[in-house]
Nanobody, 134 residues
């Protein structure tokens, strides 16, 4: 059975950094897409970053490009999101999500500038809160 467990959230001042971790289990780790989404109060869940463990490709939404970095530890089957130069607008619950890369990748390559949507992922963690104070 597949499981995703996020950790690493917390309170940080604007301009600071946090590293989120997603511990995974039950996945054929080298053939999946892992993504980070976030949801602020009163807003829809939005994509942040996505990585393919099949070919190592990475994707970011414009608002986090140059500030956030997604990576994986294939030995320990973990996914990370390094977040630098945080702003109050980054405050949200951050979720780790996963689905087979064959499915997610097909949508990315089929659509121009397509960023995976929540509906593209079947497996979700419980979320970790990130709060950035001004």
């Amino acid at each position: 059975e597949e499981h995703l467990v996020e950790s690493g959230g917390g309170l940080v001042q604007a301009g600071g950094s946090l590293r989120l971790s997603c511990a995974t289990s039950g996945f054929a780790f080298d053939d999946y897409a892992f993504a980070w989404f976030r949801q602020a109060p009163g807003k829809e869940r939005e994509g942040v970053s996505c990585i393919s463990t099949s070919d190592g490709s990475t994707y970011y939404v414009d608002s986090v490009k140059g500030r956030f970095t997604i990576s994986t530890d294939n030995v320990n089957q973990k996914v990370y999101l390094q977040m630098d130069r945080l702003t109050p607008e980054d405050t949200a619950v951050y979720y780790c999500a996963s689905d087979p890369w064959a499915l997610v990748g097909a949508k990315i390559y089929h659509g121009s500038d397509y960023f995976p949507q929540p509906k593209d992922f079947a497996f979700w963690g419980q979320g970790t809160q990130v709060t950035v104070s001004s």
